[in-house]
């Protein structure tokens, strides 16, 4: 077996330092038990990370049964305690989950390679829950072998061995392992699989975890040329701002090009994925509705909006949370609520008269509705709504455009205008508010 283990090393990316995430348990003691005896051929650094979930009260026991058996190895351990607290009706697997592949990550370097153990059978009940959960080729696709993940890259470099052959090597090996008692629960969906699903399967056909696999292995491949011609779309499809996707050019492709399109921009970046259901709102209410309308779909933390001839993925955001008025105090800067940035004053060629700002009451304001400005250089008032609209900002981002007002006057909007009678004129000191972000 080491031989073998050996040869899927060599497929995975070339590294200084491979991390193993090591739970005692038998899959990952064997994951671990093979790298120490592969260390001086491999000419790299091994590492082992616990996460201690702090979902059990023999948590401490297993931590402590990691540290000796790193010890043993002269491996290094890092021990990462979440002590997690799931909420009522909250998926203790998914939250667990969640929290243990963020840990990881956070203690990644550049380059690092993050070995789990995950084997073939894990890769076949990973299949039957997505199938069970409806799943498309991305789903079905399961765990993917090779990764990118954090600053480095995630591995799993046992698919393609039994849950039986680690059983066979500890065995031969001697290695010592904890048992997890809640893998024995059945109110867990993997659980049920693995011990009332699977094993009836393999009665009939005992090859079922191997060719699931396989199916899993297929779909990857599968998605993987999905998201070639995907890629290709995204580059076609780009929107009026970088990371937007163009409305009228979305209408043009068929509504199974589309999805994928819309699958591929929400997952290069970095979100979320969104149901069928969400598709179907995206596809019905941001694509076909009046180009005036302001059309929103949610799901878990994003949110897809549309802006004229553009479609944006955005965070959704709280309601701004803050003071509508804040005095600019001696002083060249104004952090401003809500995490909107700060603004900045500085001498320059052009800007809002110095004097005028040095005799007046300078304050930070935002949007109220109805504001208005005469636009410096121009000889009539024009609303801050149609410039908006010219500037073509978005309706649900002008609300967080902060104003600058002297003496209860729109005086500026940074990094937009200056409005009468508060521009410097020729050759006079000007003050230039600048806003960062």
Known sequence: MLERFQQILTRLPRTDHYLVAFSGGLDSSVLLHLMVQLQDRLGARIGAVHVQHGLQQVADSWADHCARVCSDYGIALQQLPLGLSPRSGESVEALAREHRYQALAGVMAPGDLLLTAQHRDDQAETLLLQLLRGSGPAGLAAMPALSRFGPGWLARPLLEVSRAELLTYAEQEGLPWVEDPSNRDLRFDRNYLRHRVMPLLQQRWPAAATTLARSARLSAELQLLTDEFAAEDLKLAQGPWPGTLSVSLLRSFSSFRRRSLLRHWVRSQGGVMPGSRHLHRIEQECLQSRPDAQPLVHWRGLEVRRYRDGLYLLQ?????????????????????????GVLLVERAGQGISASAWEKARVEVRFRQGGERCIPAGMSHHRSLKKLFQEWAVPPWLRDDFPLLYLDGQLA??????Y???????????????????
Request: aromatic share 8%; with cysteine.
């Open 412 to 417: 500026a909007v940074p990094g937009h205008l």
């Open 316 to 340: 959704s955001r709280p309601p701004r949370d803050g003071p509508l008025v804040i005095p600019w105090r001696e002083g060249s800067a104004v952090q401003l609520p809500a995490g909107l």
């Open 419 to 437: 409005c009468e009678p508060f521009s410097a004129a020729p050759g006079e000191a000007a003050w230039q508010v600048r806003w960062e972000t």
